[in-house]
Nanobody, 115 residues
Framework: QVQLVESGGGLVQPGGSLRLSCAAS????????MGWYRQAPGKQRELVAR???????QYADSVKGRFAISRDYSKNTIYLQMNSLKPEDTAVYYC?????????WGQGTQVTVSS
């Protein structure tokens, strides 16, 4: 059974930091491209960052220089370090694992940036 379990969300003040984690099980982790997406109320889900099997990373323009994605093969886990958070970063953040035509999503974790 494939599971992607996110954690680390919460309430943070503008300018603060959070680190999200996504633990994967039931997949050959090293064979999957992994990514973080987010969905704000009333908006479509959008790509935040992804890390490919090759190790290449890609970021949405809105988070470049503030967010960093990484993966730990020993823990089958990816991370999203989020710094200099802004109110517009408020959303539910989802983890995605993709390989060929297969996609697996986590249940999401809420991030709220507010004073």
């Amino acid at each position: 059974q494939v599971q992607l379990v996110e954690s680390g969300g919460g309430l943070v003040q503008p300018g603060g930091s959070l680190r999200l984690s996504c633990a994967a099980s039931g997949i050959s982790f090293s064979d999957y491209h992994m990514g973080w997406y987010r969905q704000a109320p009333g908006k479509q889900r959008e790509l935040v960052a992804r890390i490919l099997v090759s190790g290449t990373t890609q970021y949405a323009d809105s988070v470049k220089g503030r967010f960093a994605i990484s993966r730990d093969y020993s823990k089958n886990t990816i991370y999203l370090q989020m710094n200099s958070l802004k109110p517009e970063d408020t959303a539910v953040y989802y983890c995605l694992g993709a390989r060929g035509g297969l996609e697996y999503w986590g249940q999401g974790t809420q991030v709220t940036v507010s004073s």
